[in-house]
């Protein structure tokens, strides 16, 4: 297959409005077949909010499902790997290959992500009674990793300053819409499907454990000399060094890495470097107020 990458300077990404969810412009144009989506039974859904730890939950996973065989993850990009349902850049790239177009071309049993808000996910999935495992993450590092992301990726809008970025974050007029949204509506929805809900926080602190409910959910064992290959490979420094999940193989010209790598930092609490004593305040009470209604709680350090 041809690289995913621009041969002129490409221009930012416009947005447009689903269901009054932002996206880009061609997630937008594609979304009819999007939503037409073919689920089969033994798809497995990867869902989190952009920036929630995806690539590293899709390694973790196909380190499992590929019996920890290194080597064979190492077969293709995490692109390749797991589509991206709804992604598109058909107005960007010459060669256009969709999450959908991707998905279709793949033999089962596929592994599929997403980043789409619980009530947009194609009803096939549902129908289907497909597995779906969704990790979620903190507000406030969520929030500092999709700006850093925002930065280096031209396919997105352009994030503004960080204090902009901050205030889109809290009124949800951000891709994908809001966090508060999409974190709440996911952990109600788990009460009524095959939902593995899980949180990056949990997965950094105990990785072994919460791998564990992953093995579980997917009825697959694991030795331990495999578990702790599986555990060393997925770390962030591994992943960090890794071609075929760092980012930098495709997108080139679109993913700008000196900008900000897609492999950032990867820790818990990094916001502290970012908000002043006055955002968090604003943030921490507004966070109150568009979290009253959930059960929800999470670690905003470790
Ligand atoms: S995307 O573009 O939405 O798919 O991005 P996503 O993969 O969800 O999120 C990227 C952030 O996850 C961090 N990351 C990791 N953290 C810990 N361990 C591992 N193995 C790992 N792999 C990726 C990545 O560094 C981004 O977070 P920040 O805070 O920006 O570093």
Redesign the pocket.
């Known amino acids: 297959m041809e690289n995913l990458s621009l041969k002129q300077t490409v221009p930012r990404a416009e947005v447009g409005e689903v269901e009054g969810i932002l996206f880009t412009k061609p997630i937008c144009s594609m979304w009819n077949q999007v939503w037409k989506f073919k689920a089969r039974p033994d798809d497995l859904l990867i869902a ?1 909010y ?7 939950t899709q390694e973790i996973v196909d380190m499992i499902q590929q019996n920890g065989d290194v080597e064979k993850c190492r077969h293709a990009t995490t692109y390749r790997r797991h589509p991206f349902l709804e992604w598109s850049m058909q107005e960007y790239s010459a060669v256009s290959y969709s999450g959908l177009e991707l998905a279709e071309a793949m033999p089962s049993p596929r592994t599929i992500k997403t ?1 789409l808000p619980v009530q947009l996910v194609p009803p096939c999935f549902w129908e289907q009674n497909c597995k779906i495992i969704y990790m979620a993450r903190n507000a406030k ?1 969520n929030l ?2 999709s700006y ?2 925002h930065r280096m990726n031209k396919a997105l809008p352009d994030p503004g300053t960080w204090e902009e970025f901050m205030e889109k974050f809290m009124t949800g007029k951000v891709l994908w819409g809001s966090w508060y949204d999409h974190v709440k509506g996911w952990w109600k929805a788990k009460d009524k499907h095959r939902i593995l809900y899980l949180f990056y926080e949990d997965m ?1 602190e105990n990785p072994k454990q919460e791998i564990q409910k992953i093995l579980k959910f997917l009825e697959k064992d694991m030795k331990s000399e495999v578990l702790n290959c599986l555990l060393h490979n ?3 420094e591994m ?1 960090k060094e890794n071609p075929m999940a760092n980012y930098t193989t495709e997108f080139q010209g679109i993913m700008d890495h000196s900008v900000s790598p897609f ?4 820790v818990v609490g ?1 916001w502290k470097n970012y908000f002043t004593v006055a955002q968090n305040k604003k943030f921490n009470g507004d966070y109150k107020k568009k979290m009253a209604d959930t059960s929800l709680v999470f670690h905003m350090e470790l």
Request: positive net charge; aromatic residues 12%; hydrophobic residues 35%.
């Open positions: 989190t952009a920036k929630a730890g995806t690539t590293w980043h590092d500092v990793s850093h992301f950094k997925t770390s962030f992943m492999m950032r930092k990867g990094d």
